[in-house]
C-alpha cells in the first residue's frame, strides 16, 4: 500500500513538473496595437525590441509623414528586473528605411532638404530597459489614388498593407 501511496505521489509531482515545463516553454502571443498604434513587430535581431508604428499620413508640400516608436521592453513581461536586463542596441543603413506603394510598384526614400540632410529623425544606439525613442520620417507622398503602403523600418518585418491618412 506504502509502495502504491509513493507511487502515485512521483506521477501526481511528475504530472505538476510537466506542466510548469509546458507553461515555460509556451511562446509569447503577439501584442495587440492599442488605439494609438497601427501596428507592431519585434527586432530581428532581440525579441525584447518592439516598435509600434504610430502614423502615416499625408502632410503638406506633397509629403508623407511616418511616425513609429523604439520601445526596450526587457524586464516587463520576461520577469526579469530592469536592472538585470541588459541594453538593447539598435543599428541600421539608411537604405534600410523606405516604404513601396503597392499599386504603383514604386519605392520611395526618405526626403532630403536642398543641402542634402535627411528630413528625419531617427534615433540608434544603446537603448536601456524600459525605454522608448519616438523617430519619424518625410518621404515623397505616393499618388492620391495610392490609399495604403508596405512600410521598410530597418530589422522589423514589414509593415504590410498600412493605411495613408489624409
Known sequence: MKRFAIGCAVLALASVGSVAVAQQTTPQTAQTPSNN????????????LRCDLLEVKRVSGGALLIRWRII???GGSSGLTASAAKPIRYDFNWP????????ENKRYQFLT???GNRIV???YGDLAPG???VNWAKFPAPPASSTKISLSLPKFPPFEDVPVSQ
Open 72 to 74: 526596450n521592453t526587457a
Open 96 to 103: 534600410e528605411l523606405f516604404y513601396i506603394d503597392p499599386a
Open 121 to 123: 529623425d531617427v534615433w
Open 37 to 48: 498604434v497601427l501596428a507592431s513587430a519585434q527586432y530581428s535581431q532581440d525579441p525584447d
Open 113 to 115: 532638404d536642398s543641402g
Open 131 to 133: 525605454q522608448q525613442r
